[in-house]
């Protein structure tokens, strides 16, 4: 955990310092509308996996907007460790990476309302306006069980052993009918057993915008995603979680519009622009 905050912190001033250092002395000319909506996509690195997200935003007034966002996340559990079983070859397989005791392939989904609130303008050209958000919603952590190609039986033939394999879930690895786990099974294996978890989260962040067009969203994203879920969620083997949650650091991108104005007039504006 501790890796992984200083590789976000290492981000955030890699990214953010040089706008800061060059943002200063010349007014902006180019001006938001008084009223708009941004459509706006982005990508995301969690400290427990990583996801995309899109949001979708209307100015209430000259400092807060109205935020409705959806994002997908893959989470996965930071005792994650991959192996390899050195007796692969042996046994008829290929030696690949597995992680050991992985019970479930988490994905979530989230769809949420919030508030973006501006707490430093724009002043100069090239200058970056900082923004706080707060958004809460519902997610639906979808848990896709994990397999194993296991050795279950083996037979001798001509002073050679042969070794008999399958698919197996984690938990089969302490039976007695099991004496190795070789590699992972395909993906595939297990896909109509997924489990739907619901829950709710909280979203809490700093957004900072760089745009150098008025009309236009560059920002970088840092915050907290807190998860709450009805029914338990379990990545690792035997280690259930109700709560889960994660710091982040995304990219965003979009376009602001005047929503009053048809899509055929804005498209015919983007054109004498460009």
């Known amino acids: 955990m501790a890796l992984v905050r200083k590789i976000i912190v290492l981000l955030f001033f890699i990214v953010y310092l040089p706008v800061a250092m060059f943002s200063q002395g010349e007014f902006s000319d180019n001006r938001e509308s008084l009223k708009y909506n941004i459509n706006q996509f982005g990508i995301k690195v969690n400290s427990d996996g990583f996801g995309v997200l899109y949001t979708f935003a209307q100015r209430v007034n000259y ?5 409705y966002e959806v994002e997908y996340d893959y989470v996965k559990s930071l005792k994650e460790v991959k192996m390899i079983n050195t007796n692969a070859e042996v046994y008829g397989c290929s030696m690949k990476k597995f992680v050991f005791g992985k019970e479930n392939s988490v994905h979530v989904l989230r769809a949420g309302y919030g508030y973006n609130w501006m707490i430093f303008e724009k002043r100069d050209k090239g200058s970056v306006s900082i923004h706080l958000q707060a958004n809460a919603g519902f ?13 279950d039986s083996a037979v001798m033939f001509n002073g050679k052993p042969y070794y008999f394999k399958s698919n197996h879930r984690f938990e089969d ?3 007695p ?15 109509s057993e997924i489990k739907l978890r619901p829950g709710n989260y909280i979203k809490l962040d700093f957004s900072f915008d760089f745009a150098q067009d ?10 907290g995603i807190f998860d709450f879920y009805y029914l ?11 709560f889960m949650w994660s710091i982040y650091i995304a990219y965003q991108f979009g376009r602001k519009y005047n929503p009053t104005l048809n899509r055929d007039y804005r498209r015919s504006q983007r054109k004498i622009k460009d």
């Open 232 to 242: 338990p969620v379990t990545i690792m083997y035997n280690q259930p979680h109700n």
């Open 214 to 223: 008025a009309m236009a969203v560059s920002a970088l994203e840092v915050g």
């Open 177 to 191: 009918q099991v004496f190795d786990l070789v590699t992972r099974s395909p993906y595939s294996v297990g896909m």
């Open 139 to 151: 997610s639906f952590a979808f848990e896709k069980p994990m397999y194993y190609v296991m050795i």
């Open 173 to 175: 690895y302490y039976s």
């Open 63 to 67: 400092r807060l907007r109205r935020n």
